[in-house]
């Protein structure tokens, strides 16, 4: 479960960068090219809170708005690579093969 203060930083970064952009007339290359859906803003959301959950329990400081521009790409790009680990998922056993070299 992501940290409550994590989901609303997140959706209030998210909000501004877009109505900032918006006011501005600026638009970066990415979102020139695409119009953000719902859908894809919520991964965003979920992307960037799952980052700022992240920074807040290791204590790390991030750029806020290099955060911002890229949970906007993966969003924009449907990327999957912060797809969350499911909880249920765990490590059963490892197996490891070490080869036998010879010393010559």
């Not at 959706?11 to 090219?33: F, M, N, Y």
Request: aromatic letters at 6%.
């Amino acid at each position: 479960m992501k940290h409550p203060n994590a989901v609303s930083l997140a959706k209030r970064l998210l909000d501004s960068h877009i109505k900032r952009q918006a006011i501005t007339g600026i638009e970066s290359e990415i979102e020139h090219l695409f119009k953000i859906t719902d859908e894809e803003l919520a991964w965003a959301e979920d992307i960037l809170a799952t980052h700022l959950d992240a920074c807040l329990k290791q204590g790390v400081h991030p750029d806020l708005g290099e955060a911002v521009e890229e949970a906007l790409a993966f969003a924009l790009r449907h990327e999957k690579a912060y797809e969350p680990i499911p909880i249920t998922a765990r490590w059963h056993y490892a197996l490891v093969v070490m080869e036998e070299r010879d010393a010559d």
